[in-house]
């Protein structure tokens, strides 16, 4: 199975830019996926295949990479944005999840 | 505007087999690239893939539940189904359904609100 690596957690203060990353145990083209989950919520879609932003998504959300290596980028962040952040590639048979990124504001 | 709604049983016991209902709107399981997938979290963990279900009948299962999974669709009602059988303690999980489509990446671009299933003698 493909592994997706993420940084267990990440403080920033509101206005600030973050960068959270992914890393894939072997490259999956652009399949990566970026999701937002709030407690006792559902994810939610902000990015598909690496760089597109999803309907309704605020353009302070952004997305970069391909292969191994990708990263979500918010900037600026917002007291809104507490939340943990999982990327999911859909290239490699089965889809995987990554453990997720829990973001807490400072 | 695309919605779904996973319903199913709450609780039940090992051994026994889960059944989840997703019904949805806003799209049709007979159209061109419009899939439903299945995807459970257990409480305070990660998300794991289980199933999805194409437009063209097409089924794609995670292999780590081996041959557990039945995932099937009702076209004319907009519903899809999972099936697992031989249930643990270790299926106990909210399972969410979402749409999935060749338009947005194969991304899971829909989600349900999920439906919390215990596993519990």
């Known amino acids: 199975d493909t592994v997706l690596t993420q940084s267990p957690a990440l403080a920033v203060s509101p206005g600030e830019r973050v960068s959270i990353s992914c890393r894939a145990s072997?490259?999956?083209?652009?399949?990566m996926h970026w999701y937002q989950q709030k407690p006792g919520q559902q994810p939610k879609l902000l990015i598909y295949?690496?760089?597109n932003l999803a309907s309704g998504v605020p353009a302070r959300f952004s997305g970069s990479g391909s292969g191994t290596d990708f990263t979500l980028t918010i900037d600026p962040v917002e007291a809104d944005d507490t939340a943990t952040y999982f990327c999911?590639?859909?290239?490699?048979?089965?889809?995987?999840f990554g453990g997720g990124t829990k973001l807490e504001l400072k | 505007q695309v919605t779904l709604k996973e319903s199913g049983p709450g609780i039940l016991q090992p051994s026994h087999t889960l059944s989840l209902t997703c019904s949805f709107s806003?799209?049709?399981?007979?159209?061109?690239?419009?899939?439903v997938s299945w995807i459970r979290q257990p409480s305070g963990k990660g998300l794991e893939w289980l199933a999805s279900?194409?437009?063209?009948?097409?089924?794609y299962n995670n292999p780590s539940l081996k041959s557990r999974l039945t995932v099937s669709k009702d076209t004319s009602n907009n519903q899809a189904f999972l099936k697992v059988t031989s249930v643990d303690t270790a299926d106990t999980a909210t399972y969410y359904c979402?749409?999935?489509?060749?338009?947005?990446?194969?991304?899971?671009?829909?989600w349900g609100q999920g439906v919390m299933v215990t596993v519990s003698s």
């Open positions: 072997e490259g999956v083209n652009s399949y």
């Open positions: 295949k690496a760089s």
């Open positions: 806003g799209f049709s399981l007979s159209t061109y690239g419009m899939g």
């Open positions: 279900i194409w437009w063209n009948g097409n089924t």
């Open positions: 979402a749409h999935t489509g060749l338009g947005a990446g194969i991304s899971f671009d829909y």
């Open positions: 999911q590639q859909s290239w490699n048979d089965p889809w995987t």
